[in-house]
């Protein structure tokens, strides 16, 4: 199985009134989508599935992804448990992914998807998962029995990383 954790783009704080849930994607983020989107395209082991928080950053993101990976709606899941969810409540809702589904995708926020980042693998390998990063991991088993050190790390990048 393959899964892809992303953090969603860069976020604007400089709207008064909105809620930290409501949080728009800023210019960088905006300008990153398309770009990222085209990296997704030509990835081996594209997601299929997607869960997403239902954040309006994330959504925002999730559209970038979407769009690269080319999955259906009927395959995207939007839940608000995911925002700022904590690495176990990721891991849960993973677990949650049909199990016919061979590469599955999730887009939502730090710590908690630094964390999971840190756990799944063998070994911690980043103190901060950056705006519109991205960590795929290749994992055993199935995603009902999904847990921490079950994966190996492939990649592990960021807007300013890839060219």
Excluded at 9 to 17: F, H, N, R, T, V
Excluded at 42 to 69: H, N
Aim: aromatic residues 8%; proline residues 5%.
């Amino acid at each position: 199985m393959k899964l892809w954790l992303i953090r969603h783009a860069k976020s604007s704080w400089g709207e008064a009134g909105v809620t930290d849930f409501d949080r728009p994607l800023n210019g960088r983020g905006k300008r990153d989508g398309p770009h990222m989107a085209a990296w997704f395209a030509k990835q081996s082991d594209p997601a299929t599935w997607i869960w997403s928080s239902s954040a309006r950053r994330a959504l925002a993101t999730t559209c970038f992804v979407q769009s690269g990976f080319g999955v259906e709606d009927g395959a995207l899941t939007e839940l608000d448990e995911l925002y700022l969810a904590d690495s176990e409540t990721l891991l849960d809702v993973i677990r949650r992914t049909p199990s016919e589904i061979r590469s599955a995708a999730v887009v939502a926020h730090n710590p908690g998807l630094t964390h999971l980042v840190n756990v799944l693998g063998q070994k911690p390998v980043t103190d901060n998962l950056p705006t519109f990063g991205i960590a795929r991991f290749d994992c055993a088993g199935d995603w009902h029995s999904l847990s921490s050190g079950a994966c190996t790390m492939e990649l592990l990048a960021a807007p300013k990383t890839i060219a």
